[in-house]
């Protein structure tokens, strides 16, 4: 096994290269960091292409077991030092395991969709924080796949690696055009329901039963007139406060649950 | 006006031993940062004793007017250079405004309800970026007040004051124990919703009109069994993904917009 004690080691500066989108998408990988992450990664099936360990940083006892797991399915296992490991890692408290993934790209014909599909289209979201959070919403309302249009932040950024606690490694997510999005949703006969601050109609009063996709959109300009024309329907969630206090992720988690107690009433009862 | 050149002054010292607790509660203070936060702290009425400017950082034009303003209002204008404010700020782009500004404590005789009051109790939140997040999902959800027990992170923590985006300044908070708040929920004759993934009633089957607390526990523990046990419900949030995908800050803005959808119906159905 090769160990990197030196942190001007080639390896290194590719490692701190994949910081950078273009590195990561020139390359076709990207980094998934420490323990929790690593393990959820290869409990989704998820394989690394290689796993940089650095013993110093270990922080726990079941390294040895998820080292083997990885390399059994393929992984260059290497080692580093202290040092040249603390300038790879992306976090401020390193445990001392870093793996390059190759990244994996989903197309709309590739989606395996039940016979009521409950979608969530997100528009051109800028900050990956909100992204990852938007995935965890989406795992926790049971989305069948999340739709992202006109991509700002890419699905690999490390941001939304951390702040998605692994639904990136199990969530369907189609990177994709509007244009293909709106294609696919109207062959597929699946209602959309557009959330906009503008729209008169509460999100508690549409209908979100049946085929359903919900769209979101930027932070800053929030959905396109494109989305908003061709929508179904608008709706907009209650705003008792300050007008920026719901962000677009607690505005998706809000409309999200909205429609599973209305999905789960709807199953209920029979229809 | 006092102008700062070095980063060894006196006051710079004291401006950084404030992101530390203990220092904070010592001197009364806590510190606001940044142009929307101070504009933000300004409207809502609350005056800082002392803004520090740094009109190198500055990234806009309206300083002048809220520097004016804060001083109209008693605030110590105090100048920096470039290095002592940077070693100052705690954001990695300042933008050259940082108050000081006493700490408030709200008790609870001192909140004046609504007949139908609608309440958010949290217990030994640890992460002060859910606690701001709480905050801010309190105020859009129209939460009358916000009840701190057992306090773990402190509402004048820097980063409860950033997450919270200002509601921190306008939400009436108060911070105290168990012991008093089931007390006076009990003396006022407000129903206690406890949330917890072990309830078999779902949040949107419990009743949650009327005067209410919705209960919200700690990251790692949940609620603890003196709250589990005294409430007047336990109801949880169905979970499709796995089991971490909400966090407690995401459960709060779930429950509590349910809790809005049913008390608009509530009172539009004129109950």
Known sequence: MERIT???????????????????DDDGVFVVEGYRAVRRMLDAGVHPQELYIAPEWFQGSNEGALIDEARTHGAEIVEMAREPFAKCAYRDRPDGLL??????HTRLQDL???????LLVVEAIEKPGNLGTILRSADAAGIHAVLVCDQVTDMFNPNVVRSSTGVLFSMPVVVTSSDEVQHFLRAQKIRTVATTPDATLLHTDADLTGPVAVLMGS??????????????????????????SLNVAMATIVTLFEAVRQRSRSSSGGQ
């Not at 395996?112 to 409950?118: E, G, M, T």
């Not at 907009?236 to 406060?241: E, L, Q, S």
Request: no cysteine; hydrophobic share 40%; proline share 9%.
């Open 6 to 24: 030196s942190t001007t080691n080639p390896r290194v500066k590719h490692l701190v290269r994949l910081r950078d989108r273009r590195h990561r």
């Open 99 to 104: 793996a390059v993934v190759p990244q994996w």
């Open 112 to 118: 395996q969709l039940p016979a009521v599909p409950f």
């Open 219 to 244: 932070e800053s300009f929030g959905l396109s007139q494109r989305w908003l024309a061709d929508a179904d329907e608008r709706v907009r969630i209650p705003m008792a406060g300050q007008a920026d």
